[in-house]
C-alpha cells in the first residue's frame, strides 16, 4: 500500500453540544437535534461495555452484529452533530474486529456470524472510509481496503448451486438452517456494499456486481414487481417459495445502494428505483389513522412479536433513507412528510426510564410505551440526527478519501494524513 502526505489539514475539536431532553426536540432548529442526539447517544453507547482501550462484546441478547450496527450510528452521530467524544471507542471496536484476515470474519464469532452480520460491520468500515474517520493503527489496513476485504469475502460466498446464485444467509454449519436460505439482508449488504465501493474507488468490477446482485434479486422475486423487498427464499425450493414478510432496514439497504449508484453512474435507472423503493416502504408507516406518519416495524409491533434484532430495525431504515436524500434529491418531500414527524414522535418516546430519556419501541403511542433498549436508543437516534444530514459533508470518493492517523484534537492531527492508494495494495 501506498501513503502520501495529505495536502488538507485536518479539522479539529469537539464541537460544543449542551445535551437536551428528546421531548423538547425542535426540529428546525440543529442546535435542539444535536442536543436531543447527545442525550439518546449517552443512552445507546451506556449498553456498551468497551471503552477506548479495549472492545466488549454487548451483552446478551444482543449479538456481535449489533455492536457492528452500534458503531454504525455512532459513526454517523459524530459526522452530523460534529461531537467527537465517542471517536476513538468507535475505532476501537472496529479495529478490534478486524479479524486474521482483515475481513471482519473472526473465528471468536464463527458460531454466529452469518453474511448480513458481516455486512453490517461493513457498513460501518465505509462510512469510516468515506469520511476520513480517523484509522490509528499502521498494522491494520485502511478502511476502504477492510471494506474491500469485506466485499471480496461475501462475493467468494456467491452460491449457484440453487436459485441461479445469491448469498445464503449464514456462512457455517452451526448454523444450519440458515444454510437453505438466501436472505435479501445478505444480498443487500454486497450490493450496497458493491455500489459503495465503485463509487470510492472507481473500480468497475464493483459496479458489475452491484448490478448482478440487484438484478439476480429482481429476477427470483424478492423484489416484486411493486417494489417490495421480501425477507427471502429456499435454495431446497430453488427460491420459489418467497417469505412474503418484509422489514423496513431491508428495503432500506437496496435503497441506498441505488442512491449511490444513481450517483456514480448518472443513470436515471437507479434514481427510479430509488424513489420506486421508497414508495413501497411506505407501508412503514401510519399504524392507525391518528397516527398516520408515524414509522413502525409493522411486521411486529403491533403484535407484540419484535425479537431483539427487529427492534432495531428502524434504525438502520433512517440512516440509510436519509443518506440516499444526497445522493436522489428527488426523495426529499417524502422525508419531510414522513420522517419529520416520526422523528417528533420518536422523541416524544424518550420520555421514560429512571434518567427520563429512555426510548421506547411505538412512537405511535405518544409517549414512553415501557419497552426500551438498545434497539429503540439506535432507532431515535438514526432518526433525530439524520435531520441534520443535509448539514453534513457528502462521502468521499477517489483521491479525497485519505488515511487519518489522528483523532480531531490531537496535537498532530494536521500533519499526519495520508491517501490510499487501492492499485498498490
Known amino acids: 500500500m501506498k501513503f502520501v502526505k495529505s495536502l488538507k489539514p485536518l479539522a479539529v475539536g469537539t464541537a460544543a453540544i449542551s445535551a437536551t431532553a428528546p421531548k423538547d426536540l425542535n426540529i428546525n432548529d440543529p442546535s435542539s437535534i444535536k442536543g436531543v442526539a447527545k442525550t439518546i447517544a449517552a443512552g445507546a453507547m451506556s449498553y456498551y461495555p468497551g471503552d477506548a482501550q479495549k472492545f466488549v462484546d454487548l451483552p446478551q441478547p444482543y449479538y456481535w452484529w449489533e455492536a457492528g450496527a452500534l458503531m454504525g450510528s455512532m459513526l454517523d452521530y459524530s459526522h452530523y452533530t460534529g461531537d467527537t467524544t465517542y471517536d476513538q471507542v468507535v475505532a476501537t471496536a472496529l479495529l478490534a474486529q478486524v479479524g486474521p484476515n482483515f475481513d471482519f470474519m473472526l473465528?471468536?464469532?464463527?458460531?454466529?456470524?452469518?453474511?448480513?452480520?458481516?455486512?453490517?460491520?461493513?457498513?460501518?468500515?465505509?462510512?469510516?472510509?468515506?469520511?476520513?474517520?480517523?484509522?490509528?493503527?499502521?498494522?491494520?489496513?485502511?478502511?476502504?481496503?477492510?471494506?474491500?476485504?469485506?466485499?471480496?469475502?461475501?462475493?467468494?460466498?456467491?452460491?449457484?448451486?440453487?436459485?441461479?446464485?445469491?448469498?445464503?444467509?449464514?456462512?457455517?454449519?452451526?448454523?444450519?438452517?440458515?444454510?437453505?436460505?438466501?436472505?435479501?439482508?445478505?444480498?443487500?449488504?454486497?450490493?450496497?456494499?458493491?455500489?459503495?465501493?465503485?463509487?470510492?474507488?472507481?473500480?468497475?468490477?464493483?459496479?458489475?456486481?452491484?448490478?448482478?446482485?440487484?438484478?439476480?434479486?429482481?429476477?427470483?422475486?424478492?423484489?416484486?414487481?411493486?417494489?417490495?423487498?421480501?425477507?427471502?427464499?429456499?435454495?431446497?425450493?430453488?427460491?420459489?417459495?418467497?417469505?412474503?414478510?418484509?422489514?423496513?432496514?431491508?428495503?432500506?439497504?437496496?435503497?441506498?445502494?441505488?442512491?449511490?449508484?444513481?450517483?456514480?453512474?448518472?443513470?436515471?435507472?437507479?434514481?427510479?428505483?430509488?424513489?420506486?423503493?421508497?414508495?413501497?416502504?411506505?407501508?412503514?408507516?401510519?399504524?392507525?389513522?391518528?397516527?398516520?406518519?408515524?414509522?413502525?416495524e409493522h411486521a411486529c409491533e403491533r403484535v407484540g412479536s419484535c425479537n431483539v434484532d427487529m427492534r432495531s430495525f428502524k434504525a438502520y431504515f433512517s440512516r440509510f433513507v436519509y443518506a440516499a436524500s444526497l445522493f436522489v434529491p428527488s426523495i426529499q418531500p417524502v422525508i419531510d412528510e414522513l420522517w419529520h414527524p416520526s422523528a417528533l414522535a420518536a422523541a416524544k418516546a424518550c420520555s421514560g426510564g429512571a434518567s427520563g430519556t429512555d426510548c421506547g419501541q411505538k412512537w405511535y403511542v405518544g409517549g414512553y410505551d415501557g419497552i426500551t433498549g438498545l434497539g429503540e436508543e439506535m432507532c431515535a437516534l438514526e432518526t433525530i440526527q439524520g435531520l441534520l444530514v443535509g448539514q453534513a459533508a457528502p462521502p468521499l470518493k477517489g483521491s479525497d478519501i485519505k488515511v487519518v492517523r489522528e483523532f480531531a484534537g490531537s496535537s498532530s492531527a494536521s500533519k499526519r494524513g495520508g491517501r490510499y492508494d487501492m492499485r498498490r495494495a
Open 107 to 296: 473465528p471468536s464469532h464463527f458460531g454466529q456470524e452469518g453474511n448480513d452480520d458481516q455486512s453490517f460491520w461493513g457498513f460501518a468500515v465505509m462510512a469510516a472510509a468515506e469520511r476520513n474517520f480517523p484509522q490509528p493503527d499502521e498494522n491494520v489496513p485502511s478502511w476502504l481496503q477492510l471494506g474491500a476485504n469485506i466485499f471480496n469475502s461475501l462475493a467468494s460466498r456467491w452460491n449457484t448451486t440453487a436459485c441461479g446464485g445469491g448469498l445464503l444467509w449464514q456462512i457455517f454449519a452451526s448454523n444450519p438452517n440458515g444454510l437453505d436460505y438466501k436472505n435479501t439482508v445478505s444480498n443487500g449488504g454486497l450490493f450496497q456494499i458493491a455500489a459503495r465501493l465503485a463509487r470510492a474507488t472507481g473500480n468497475n468490477t464493483y459496479l458489475e456486481w452491484a448490478e448482478k446482485v440487484w438484478d439476480w434479486t429482481e429476477a427470483v422475486g424478492l423484489i416484486d414487481s411493486d417494489f417490495n423487498v421480501h425477507d427471502g427464499a429456499s435454495s431446497s425450493h430453488n427460491c420459489t417459495d418467497t417469505n412474503p414478510v418484509t422489514f423496513s432496514y431491508s428495503a432500506a439497504i437496496y435503497l441506498y445502494g441505488s442512491a449511490v449508484l444513481a450517483n456514480h453512474t448518472g443513470d436515471q435507472k437507479w434514481v427510479q428505483r430509488t424513489e420506486k423503493l421508497l414508495g413501497a416502504a411506505r407501508s412503514f408507516f401510519g399504524p392507525f389513522d391518528n397516527a398516520t406518519d408515524i414509522m413502525y
